[in-house]
């Protein structure tokens, strides 16, 4: 007995780095250094991922309001009779009185601010036509490039706004440090107390650690997942009133049997 059929969906990157991070902080063969490497790396993919996907998202403004048109909520009326002029298009209407034009303008405003000469130019003639994922490979933003223009679009408290900027300027401070990194010489003054001649030997001699081994500690590593776990949320809630990021969306498919 064979079935064929199609199966199709969105895979979002960024759940699965999540699950692969997640799942890291308990794999103890890793140890302490190579565990913390390995879960700053997976953090920094996961949140460059959901950041590449929110400004997907809100760049696509047909698609979100489609998705409206297909399944209006119950207030459907009293928000875009509330929110938009009447006699504009349906669709003009929609993106307004959702605030999902807003969210377009200020992001591309903030993205704008974040080119100059020829970039500028192209990343203006782009935006009428493409989609992000075009404009990025193209302009090629920084994640802190965009997560900055993303705050500015979304975020409503400012104090919110500059902590997880403060994070984010980290994190990925920390991954380039990790991904062009360099070997250093380190010294360091170690006093052991309380040892008998005896039991002196190498091992009570703690190992030298460079500048980013002290960074990439499982410890930290587990403190800095946490933190950008909750920066996606809020970004989740803000742009998208998704309570759920890090759940794969639904695959829908067909089979016949024969």
């Known amino acids: 007995m064979s079935y064929s059929g199609n ?7 960024h759940c699965w780095f999540y699950e692969s991070a997640r799942r ?17 790396a997976l953090t920094a993919f996961m949140v460059e991922s959901y950041l590449n996907l929110s400004c997907k998202l809100i760049f696509d403004l047909q698609s979100r309001v489609t998705e409206i048109l297909d399944d ?15 006699g504009m298009d349906i669709n003009d209407r929609v993106a307004v009185a ?24 192209d990343f203006i003639q782009l935006c009428a036509k493409a989609s992000f994922y075009e404009i990025d490979d193209k302009i090629r933003f920084s994640p802190k490039a965009k997560f900055f223009s993303l705050s500015e679009a979304l975020y409503e408290d400012e104090t919110t706004k500059a902590e997880h900027r403060e994070l984010i300027e980290k ?16 010294t360091n003054a170690i006093l052991i107390t309380n040892v ?21 500690s499982l410890e930290n590593a587990k403190k800095v997942f946490d933190d950008s776990c909750e ?4 970004l989740s809630l803000s742009a998208f009133k998704h309570e759920h990021p890090f759940r794969m969306p639904t695959q829908i498919g067909a089979f016949t049997r024969g």
């Open 171 to 186: 994190l990925f401070n920390l991954r380039n440090t990790l991904a062009h990194g360099r070997s250093e010489f380190v």
């Open 196 to 216: 008998d001649d005896s039991c002196f030997a190498s091992n009570t001699v703690p190992p030298l650690k460079a500048s980013w081994q002290v960074e990439c």
């Open 98 to 121: 959702f605030g999902y034009q807003e969210q377009l303008d200020k992001l591309t405003s903030a993205l704008e601010k974040k080119v100059f000469g020829r970039k500028k130019v």
């Open 72 to 86: 209006p909520p119950s207030d459907f009326y009293d928000v875009i009779d509330g929110k938009s002029l009447k």
């Open 7 to 13: 199966l199709s969906g969105d895979i979002y990157s």
């Open 231 to 234: 920066i996606i949320q809020l």
């Open 24 to 40: 890291s902080f308990n794999y103890e063969d890793y140890g302490d250094t190579c565990g913390g490497i390995t879960a700053i």
